[in-house]
């Protein structure tokens, strides 16, 4: 076993490219406990050394005598030896040559490492040791690199039974060299009799199959993780590797699953069936993960490895699979429902009828379907969603669109003001051929461009207190991107009224800001701001100006809230309010709270009702 340092390593990679296209040769010093394959050599220093093979350097080399006086002494005076020697092959494989087996007789019991520059730049190192007329390859480590390896169940009984060992080595060769140094049961389960990985056992670096990198010779840092995947079970045939995890995969019948999900520990429960199964219905509350995927997402879904973890499929034989995949990367806590989605069925247990979506809404919203968080049920929400936009100008555009490409199926639209020149600066869902427009039909227009299977509304009037409640009984949350206070009290109070969240957003010149205001979660707008201010501190953006991009990047962010509401996930900006500066390109989050006496919104109010909100906001601006 040679112990060469991650420092040593770098430089000898530097030496053997500047050497390129010829051979580089040196003497390895350091520290070494006796001449066998399993002895540990501890390379302390590398001393490059003149290649005397000058008029055949390309293919030759011969250490000057002088060079080896020098690392004599150099060994004798700091207590070391000599216990290698090493050189390069220039776009060769780092394997010893005929000549190398000519020329070395006199090296038994020494390391032999070759460094392999293909095209004067990847490197490759394989060491090895003379033995009688053949060669031996030596285990190569890093003295500091430290990996974990997870190993199948197939394969275990050669680890003790244990699913993940510690090995050493700088490369993916070097950790498995010394997994099967420690586990010798693994090497003809992993090698060839070349010493060559097997065909059929795939390896994994960091969820990363290593084909993709430099196969066995792809580097490794201190606390990766080093997956091996047999594309057979070690041997056994299908029926004994199920028993196998039969017994090792604990198994839930329907009932009992049915009562694990109604106590406090409920698992999370992965249905492995493809999406034709899932849409003939599933367990309440299942996330879809087909089986074919189930090793690249799982630990985005499921990042603690200590959690629940139940999976089904049809009969319960995939899931059994599926959970000793699941042992394998690591997690603790897996079971399988027996008899699966049949059996649960068969029991009288409830289940869920998924909407289908159409192969043309599959491919459209394609990468949607592809987040756990989303997923078929998730789109069949947002495809179900009804969202009024209040505006169609520069926040209610961004927002509009992004809400139309995700698919939310009905989006009303409210103004009405026509598409103007100044307009087009930052409201992208208007164009020069539209100007004169209405805003609603310019806006309705864009939009059935991009979806045609969205239903556009269009309210081409006056938002006002006679119509407000109307407009907006029809819709299940509101995006306000109102430029003016009066209609954003306006809309504050009918979603109060209505229990209608609110993503609310505003922006000034290079600043913008954004919130959600839910009755009964947290603050309205109105204990944000109980009065508005006057006119003279809040002039409008045709007074003011603003930043054309600025709108897009609020609005976005209104469209994403409002996205988070509609799927039930992640943590809405309720309570919180996002500032924006664009100049100093920072975000900033305030904590609001709600206002225990709100006229409006606190738990024991009367809905005082709406009012004239221009004559609400002309007296309590001018009194501010």
């Not at 003379?130 to 199948?152: L, N, Q, S, Y």
């Not at 900006?573 to 206002?595: M, S, T």
């Amino acid at each position: 076993m040679l112990v060469l340092t991650r420092e040593l390593r770098a430089a000898l990679y530097a030496q053997a490219r500047s050497g390129y296209p010829n051979e580089v040769c040196g003497i390895l010093i350091g520290r070494s406990a006796g001449a066998t394959a399993a002895t540990r050599r501890e390379v302390v220093l590398a001393l490059p050394a003149q290649n005397l093979e000058t008029a055949r350097a390309a293919d030759r080399f011969r250490i000057d005598p002088q060079d080896m006086a020098k690392a004599s002494a150099c060994a004798r005076a700091q207590e070391l030896e000599i216990i290698g020697f090493y050189h390069s092959h220039p776009d060769h494989p780092a394997e010893p040559s005929a000549t190398d087996l000519e020329h070395s007789s006199p090296w038994g019991g020494y390391s032999y490492p070759i460094f392999s520059v293909q095209q004067g730049d990847t490197v490759v190192l394989r060491s090895w040791l003379r033995h009688g007329d053949g060669w031996t390859e030596e285990i190569v480590i890093g003295g500091d690199t430290m990996a974990t390896i997870r190993i199948p169940s197939p394969l275990r009984h050669y680890t003790h039974g244990q699913n993940e060992v510690s090995a050493r080595g700088d490369t993916v060769r070097a950790l498995l060299q010394d997994l099967v140094h420690h586990y010798e049961g693994l090497k003809p389960q992993l090698f060839d009799s070349d010493g060559e990985l097997r065909r059929f056992v795939n390896v994994f670096l960091n969820n990363d199959d290593i084909r993709l990198h430099a196969g066995l010779d792809t580097v490794a840092v201190d606390g990766d993780m080093l997956e091996i995947l047999p594309a057979i079970a070690g041997g056994v045939s299908f029926p004994q590797w199920r028993a196998q995890l039969q017994q090792q995969i604990p198994e839930l019948d329907a009932r009992s699953l049915a009562a694990v999900c109604a106590s406090d520990t409920k698992p999370v429960l992965i249905d492995v069936r493809t999406n034709e199964e899932w849409a003939q219905g599933h367990l309440p509350g299942a996330v879809h993960l087909d089986r074919g995927y189930l090793e690249l997402r799982i630990e985005t879904l499921v990042a603690d490895k200590q959690t629940p973890v139940v999976c089904y499929c049809g009969s319960g034989v995939r899931s059994l699979f599926a959970a000793g995949a699941l042992r394998t990367l690591g997690y603790q806590r897996v079971h399988s429902l027996a008899r699966g989605f049949a059996g649960w069925k068969e029991a009288g247990l409830p289940f869920v009828q998924p909407v289908a979506l159409s192969d043309s809404q599959r491919r459209r919203y394609l990468r949607h379907l592809a987040i756990p968080e989303v997923g078929e049920a998730g789109q069949a929400k947002l495809l179900a969603a009804k969202v009024l936009c209040i505006g169609a100008g520069g926040l209610g555009c961004p927002a509009a669109i992004y809400l139309a490409a995700a698919g939310v199926g009905t989006l009303g639209i409210v103004d009405d003001d026509r598409v103007d020149e100044s307009n087009l600066q930052r409201q992208i869902l208007h164009t020069t051929a539209r100007l004169g427009a209405l805003k609603t039909a310019s806006a309705r227009i864009a939009i059935e461009a991009l979806n045609p299977e969205i239903k556009v509304v269009e309210h081409a009037t006056r938002l006002t207190a006679a119509n407000a409640l109307d407009i907006f009984a029809g819709y299940d949350l509101i995006v306000d991107g109102s430029d003016n206070f009066p209609t954003r009290y306006l809309v504050n109070d009918a979603c109060v009224n209505l229990q209608k969240p609110c993503v609310h957003g505003s922006i000034f010149r290079f600043e913008g800001q954004l919130t959600v205001f839910w009755p009964g979660h947290g603050p309205c707008y109105r204990c944000l701001y109980p009065a508005p201010p006057p006119a003279e501190l809040a002039p409008s953006c045709a007074e003011a100006g603003v930043l054309g991009v600025l709108p897009g990047v609020i609005g976005v962010l209104e469209a994403v809230e409002a996205i988070k509401l509609i799927l039930g996930c992640g943590e809405l900006l309720v309570g919180r309010l996002l500032r924006y500066d664009a100049l100093a390109a920072q975000f900033r989050e305030l904590r609001i709270q709600a206002d225990p006496l709100c006229r409006y919104c606190a738990p024991a109010a009367e809905f005082p009702g709406l009012v004239d909100y221009e004559r609400f906001c002309a007296s309590e601006g001018h009194a501010a």
